[in-house]
């Protein structure tokens, strides 16, 4: 595939990992992280921590929508599907995701809820206008990249009068949470998760463009380096960050300029901003509250906000105690500490939310035969 | 969730949508985010949408760079 192939080169992988080498200095460490679920995957599947000296290390971040969504918000929507008899349409993602008490979407719906996998919210769209007798809600979940599909679903709705239509807002914003992973101080004390640099989101970046991760790269003296998600992009960013930070630099730079421009893709985020406002606080699984890190409906668009449609209701949630997922999520643990991670905890049975996505750190690990070794110490494959 | 794949256009359709090559499948996508498209650009396609556009001329200039860095050697 054109823009993908190219992108992936063996050789000049080699190349770029023998320069980094060349250019980490053995005296000091470099841990970079990269925020996006999209690259931990990339890593993994392409082996770049092996290419990496062992004092250049990978810290995954948080950014997995489906790991970081607070079990309560997932209830509200089993809860929503099962006891209001609404047609529940949400991305894959989603349905094997464990929510409290062993609930799940797929669950519920083995118990005779109408949920629907959809690729597009134009397919949620194509249900209500199908089907005019039932209410049909669409669990939006996603970063700044899935926000703009359901901002035009939602501009849609209004302007076909879809009555039946409503979404259930759960998009979060990237630049809130990597503010909150360098600010919050209780994190810091209490784990001391020592970052040196960014890796940047590759098409969240396409979206909101370089320009928003200027504040902290300055607030904060971190640089940040926008990658794409081939493994070249990957390593290129690496060695970009690693030249920042033995130059005493921190700035934003983009690697990804095929696609990231400094602004970003205007008429998506025009459309972003006419549909959905800030949220004061939003909570994040393993973060907590995350001051203005959501979005949620304005009120010109209050008709199709579920929350204001239907009685939801969060119930207790209850997370698994044994589950990890929080400090992996904050990057101050790796998949390997978690004692359930590989036993009891697979992709085929997950307990957590970092083994049922594909952009969680525990499934990359456990995808890619990172079973028990530490990501520094590969064992041989099995 | 947040992977979007290069696709090019191989037709402009009415309405904000477009036909595109997915690796060899054709797939109509909307093209709202993205303002007006023509024939062979090629689009970033997630979730049933464009969210972006691949430039080639900045492609090509990250080659280059990468093979600078292997030539460097």
């Known amino acids: 595939m054109k823009y993908v192939e190219d992108y992936r080169d063996a050789t000049i992988a080699r190349q770029i990992a023998d320069q980094i080498r060349a250019e980490a200095r053995p005296d000091r460490s470099y841990r970079l992280m990269e925020f996006c679920g999209g690259h931990t995957h990339a890593i993994f599947r392409y082996g770049v921590t092996d290419l990496l000296p062992p004092n250049v290390r990978m810290i995954h971040g948080p950014g997995c929508p489906v790991c ?11 809860d929503l599907a099962k006891t209001h008899g609404v047609t529940l349409c949400t991305y894959g993602d989603m349905l094997r995701v464990p929510g409290s008490r062993k609930q799940s979407l797929l669950k519920a719906r083995a118990e005779g809820a109408d949920i629907r996998m959809v690729a597009s919210t134009l397919d949620a769209l194509e249900l209500a206008r199908a089907n005019p007798e039932k209410q049909v809600v669409f669990f939006a979940i996603g970063f700044e990249t899935t926000t703009p599909p359901t901002a035009v679903a939602l501009k849609q709705a209004k302007a076909m009068g879809l009555e039946n239509f409503s979404v259930f807002c759960n998009h979060v914003l990237t630049p ?22 960014f890796l940047g989101p590759a098409h969240v970046s396409v979206v909101i463009g370089a320009q928003p991760y200027e504040y902290f790269a300055e607030e904060f003296a971190k640089p940040v380096v926008i990658a794409g998600f081939e493994p070249l992009d990957v390593m290129q960013s690496i060695l970009m960050l690693i030249r920042q930070i033995n130059d005493g630099r921190a700035e934003v730079e983009n690697q990804y ?10 008429t998506a985020k025009a459309m972003v901003a006419e549909v959905f406002e800030l949220a004061r606080s939003f909570e994040w699984r393993s973060l907590g509250d995350v001051p203005y890190s959501a979005f949620r409906i304005r ?22 105690k044994a589950c990890d997922c929080p400090k992996i999520l904050r990057g101050a643990a790796i998949p390997t500490d978690c004692k359930l991670f590989g036993k009891q905890c697979t992709p085929q049975t997950p307990l957590g939310s970092c083994m049922v996505s594909d952009e969680g750190a525990c499934a990359a690990y456990y995808k890619y035969g990172r079973r028990r070794a530490a990501p520094q110490h590969l064992e041989a494959a099995e | 969730m947040c992977h979007a794949v290069p696709a090019q256009v191989t037709a402009v359709l009415p309405d904000d949508m477009a036909q595109v090559d997915l690796s060899g499948a054709k797939k109509t996508v909307s093209t709202a985010l993205v303002g007006p498209v023509t024939l062979d650009d090629f689009l970033l396609v997630h979730v049933g949408y464009a969210l972006g556009r691949v430039d080639p001329e900045e492609a090509q200039a990250t080659l280059a760079a990468l093979q600078e860095i292997g030539a460097a050697q």
Request: hydrophobic share 45%; glycine share 6%; aromatic share 4%.
């Open chain 1, 68 to 78: 970081v969504l607070p079990i309560g918000r997932l209830d509200m929507a089993i």
């Open chain 1, 176 to 197: 809130a949470a990597i503010s909150n992973i360098l600010e919050a101080p209780e994190i810091r004390a209490m784990e001391a998760v020592e970052i040196d640099g």
């Open chain 1, 257 to 266: 300029i095929r696609a990231v421009t400094r602004h970003g893709n205007e």
């Open chain 1, 299 to 320: 009120d010109a668009y209050a008709e199709f906000d579920a929350e204001k449609r239907f009685a939801m209701n969060q119930g207790r949630p209850m997370e698994n």
